[in-house]
């Protein structure tokens, strides 16, 4: 059973640009919830998609936002870079939305903006 | 925001010894409390889900208690091996969202 694929791995932005991120879940999962880290904190909760529906949001600005397909699929983009975005982006799946289930993460996209 | 506090922030353990660390939750409106571990260059990988007071579960060397009422959860590594070199997560499960502490960084020293 594939795990959670997340493209692109790695990338650079400047400053301004905008960026989208996608994200696989694990075949037959319906939640997909995308997480940002930067350098010492913590992974912070972006959103959380539930058969192409936006179930939760994190406290991030209007400039991140996401979207979910009918295949599960999931893309979050964030436009008009800062560099305080340069984080590694997150995606984890789940059989069931918003939940006990645990969740099952991809290896990440690490964005860097100059 | 949910404070979610995981403390120590890091530790160093020597092999074969046996070690614990801490996170600490909202007591009120508990669904249920994760446990992950994020190995350098992987993704982080689920170790349990806890959901009522008094739980313990174990995986292999690895084991954890739950406190609902006091909020704590304890993560508890016997006899550390230097695979078990990890940061552990814990995350608070509330209103549909994990809130997750920092860490607790583990290094296993032969």
């Known amino acids: ?114 | 925001i949910l404070n979610v506090e995981q403390s120590p922030q890091s530790l160093h353990v020597q092999e074969g010894d046996s070690t614990n660390f801490t996170c600490s939750f909202p007591s009120s409106n508990f669904y249920a409390l994760h446990w992950y571990r994020w190995e350098t260059a992987k993704s982080p990988e689920a170790l349990f889900v806890m959901t009522l007071n008094g739980d313990e579960k174990k995986k292999g060397r690895i084991s954890a208690t739950l406190n609902t009422k006091e909020g704590y959860s304890y993560l508890y590594i016997k006899g550390s091996q230097p695979e078990d070199s990890a940061t552990y997560l814990c995350a608070f499960l509330n209103d549909y969202k994990l809130s997750f502490g920092a860490g607790t960084t583990v290094t296993v020293r032969a």
């Open chain 1, 1 to 114: 059973k594939a795990g959670v694929t997340q493209t692109p791995r790695y990338l650079i932005k400047t400053r301004g640009q905008q960026v989208t991120l996608s994200c696989s879940p694990i075949s037959g999962h319906r939640s997909v919830s995308w997480y940002q880290q930067t350098p010492g904190q913590g992974l912070q909760f972006l959103f959380e998609y539930f058969s192409e529906t936006q179930r939760n949001k994190g406290n991030f600005p209007g400039r991140f936002s996401g979207r979910q397909f009918s295949n599960s699929r999931s893309e979050m983009n964030v436009s008009t870079l800062e560099l305080g975005d340069s984080a590694l982006y997150l995606c984890a799946s789940s059989s069931v939305t918003g939940d006990t289930g645990e969740l099952f993460f991809g290896e990440g996209s690490r964005l860097t903006v100059l």
